[in-house]
């Protein structure tokens, strides 16, 4: 079965500061990864994925993250954080492309708060 | 890009009652919508695959004659959460899938805040 395992449920960096969302899967298959963003009391926005092309993936708002299969890692990083990144922060794997299923499995989340 | 909304984004009804929620693709057409709920401060649990034209593939412990899904188009699907109790009191997402030869991604619904009194 998959899943995601996402260490640190709240994280706290100054503006500025390097962001770091850890998120590390499991999976038997080729997966694919995600990361989502949620602002309070909204659904999900997509921001970025990984789809077995690039390991270094890029995304909006200046986020980016790197697929690191001997680590089984899905790093979320931003250089420098911004007080509009504060939100709640999910990492969701599925079965890569052919799979059986397209469901998406979530992380736990973990809260991003951004200190002026 | 691909817009889903879902209606009402709040509502608050009685224990008993029975409140239906829509979730419609604006801009293209779904073959597949997905329902989520997610309680405060907790991840995302999917309870249901929703397929047009066919009845709806709900995930272990969750109770299909509860939450009935109906998906009678490929812009629409709806969650229908009969005799409501507290304990239903959620946040439901729903998603609509967009897949075809090399490109699968889902788009998500801005959520609808159910409150059972």
């Known amino acids: 079965a998959q899943s995601v395992t996402q260490l640190g449920s709240h994280v706290s960096v100054s503006e500025g500061a390097l962001v770091l969302l850890r998120c590390n899967y499991s999976s038997s298959v080729p997966p694919y990864l995600f990361w989502y963003v949620q602002y309070p009391n909204q659904g999900l926005q997509l921001l970025l994925k990984y789809t077995s092309a690039a390991t270094l993936v890029k995304g909006i708002n200046g986020f980016e993250a790197e697929f690191k299969k001997s680590e089984t890692s899905f790093h979320l990083t931003k250089p420098s954080a911004h007080m509009s990144d504060a939100a709640e922060y999910f990492c969701a794997v599925r079965e890569g492309y052919g799979g059986a299923t397209n469901k998406l499995i979530f992380g736990t989340g973990t809260l991003l708060a951004v200190q002026p | 890009g691909a817009v889903v909304s879902q209606h009402p984004s709040r509502v608050i009804c009685k224990s008993g009652t029975s409140v239906k929620i829509e979730c419609r693709s604006l801009d293209f057409q779904a073959t597949t919508m997905f329902w989520y709920r997610q309680f405060p401060k907790q991840s995302l649990m999917l309870m249901a695959t929703s397929n047009e034209g066919s009845k709806a593939t709900y995930e272990q412990g969750v109770e299909k004659d509860k939450f009935l899904i109906n998906h009678a188009s490929l812009t629409l699907s709806t969650l229908t959460v009969t005799s409501a109790h507290p304990e239903d009191s959620s946040f439901y997402i729903c998603?609509?899938?967009?897949?075809?030869?090399?490109?699968?991604?889902?788009?998500f619904g801005p959520g609808t805040r159910l409150t059972v009194l």
């Open positions: 998603s609509a899938r967009v897949g075809g030869f090399s490109f699968d991604e889902q788009f």
